[in-house]
């Protein structure tokens, strides 16, 4: 049970960042969420913020000005009871 933030290129090799979240007892992802990126970022930040049972997820350009990749994802997801045993988190 994960999820993964990370940067890519969509299907034109036009730069993004992307979400995916595991699918529990299989070795694919599911993509939950792809936001563009401007061709002349530099830098990207990745922010993660946990609040209560939910996590929500950004992008910055440049460390000041976050874009909401995806909002309200469930972290029960990674409980210790729903994926069956500690996970940790590693971001």
């Known amino acids: 049970?994960?999820?993964?933030?990370?940067?890519?290129?969509?299907a034109s090799q036009k730069p993004v960042v992307e979400l995916y979240k595991s699918k529990a007892?299989?070795?694919?992802?599911?993509?939950?969420?792809?936001?563009?990126l401007a061709a002349t970022a530099k830098k990207v930040g990745l922010r993660i913020v946990s609040e209560g049972a939910y996590y929500s997820?950004?992008?910055?350009?440049?460390?000041k000005n976050w874009k909401l990749?995806?909002?309200?994802?469930?972290?029960?997801f990674l409980s210790t009871r729903?994926?069956?045993?500690?996970?940790g988190c590693v971001y």
């Open 57 to 63: 997820f950004y992008m910055s350009a440049d460390s």
């Open 25 to 36: 007892k299989e070795k694919s992802m599911e993509l939950l969420a792809q936001s563009p």
């Open 69 to 76: 990749i995806k909002d309200k994802v469930d972290a029960k």
């Open 1 to 10: 049970h994960f999820y993964f933030l990370a940067l890519s290129a969509d």
């Open 82 to 87: 729903d994926a069956g045993g500690f996970l």
